[in-house]
């Protein structure tokens, strides 16, 4: 199958896809899109939202509709790595054997990623960089796709080891989960209290996904994109002397180059998903929130004054 024709049946694939997702899931349909532009490009989603907005039901009903293999890690204060990864363990016949933990699997959620200490943290980051785990000095090899979508509450910040800056840049998107709107939860009560389950079918499978990365990963992209692309992520690092007034007033740190990579990566799924062989500035544009939220670290005058990081990024577009 040739590329364009390739990118035509994504197309369809991915309305189908939304179509089996809705079944489950009401509304949310901007938080649906980004998770899958992360799937289709190989990347992790940090989800940051109020308890009960269906995150989990969200990333279950996903892996599903994907046909993909789907664990959840609750992170606790007292979870070790080895919770994690798994442990090494003597058998009948004295010899060790690796059982492995719930971090071999294509889609994990990380629920209340910010709940466990550091260390435990740190476990996740080898297997989203490396696709691969070290126990013992023996690596592990994590089968493909493999995808993790890490929780975080922002309201309880008691008991709570927030995300380190340098390991938030691994999650290619930060996405937003919002209330539903009054119509979107009177469906939902109707739908969860009633005697149904709806069935969701897969559409896709592990290689099928894999096929997609690559397609997405030739799509051409002409070069005043890349311009754009890393002049907009220079743009949030008021250290340099071309940097403007608004942002060495308000922004302790900028995006660093994994930005720049994830906006053309996102901007190639972007034009895919909605039927174009080349992505323009406008497809960098539609995902530069969610990239880039996560990245810019404001300082203290930004937080006095009220000015959030979705602020910061709305003024540099």
């Avoid at 308890?51 to 279950?60: C, D, Q, R």
């Amino acid at each position: 199958m040739s590329d364009v024709s390739a990118i035509k049946n994504l197309v369809q694939r991915h309305i189908a896809l939304k179509q089996e997702i809705a079944k489950v899931i009401v509304g949310q349909t901007e938080v649906i899109d980004q998770i899958l532009l992360s799937i289709y490009t190989g990347g992790h989603s940090l989800l940051i939202g109020v308890p009960g907005l269906a995150k989990t039901l969200m990333v279950n009903t996903i892996a599903k509709t994907l046909g993909l293999d789907f664990k959840r890690i609750q992170f606790t204060p007292d979870l070790m790595p080895s919770d994690i990864l798994g442990s090494e363990v003597l058998d009948q016949n004295r010899q060790f054997k690796f059982i492995k933990g719930p971090i071999f699997a294509n889609i994990i959620l990380a629920d209340e990623i910010n709940r466990t200490p550091p260390k435990t943290q740190a476990a996740l980051l080898e297997a989203m960089q490396e696709r691969a785990v070290t126990i013992a000095g023996q690596q592990h090899k994590l089968s493909l796709p493999y995808f993790v979508l890490a929780t975080q509450n922002p309201i309880e910040q008691e008991g709570t080891y927030p995300l380190p800056e340098a390991q938030l840049d691994r999650f290619m998107f930060a996405i937003e989960l919002k209330y539903p709107s009054i119509a979107e939860e009177i469906q939902v009560v109707k739908a969860t209290t009633a005697d149904e389950t709806p069935v969701v079918n897969a559409l896709f499978n592990a290689s099928e996904i894999l096929e997609v990365q690559h397609l997405v990963r030739r799509i051409p992209v002409p070069d005043n994109v890349i311009d754009y692309a890393v002049r907009l992520v220079d743009s949030t690092r008021p250290g340099l002397e071309r940097a403007s007034d608004f942002v060495k007033q308000y922004i302790d740190w900028g995006a660093g180059p994994r930005a720049s990579q994830n906006l053309i990566m996102g901007a190639k799924a972007h034009a895919a998903i909605n039927g174009k062989y080349s992505p323009d500035i406008e497809d960098v544009k539609a995902v530069a929130m969610g990239i880039l939220r996560h990245r810019i670290i404001r300082n203290y005058k930004a937080e006095a004054e009220g000015i959030t990081e979705m602020d910061i990024v709305n003024k540099l577009l």
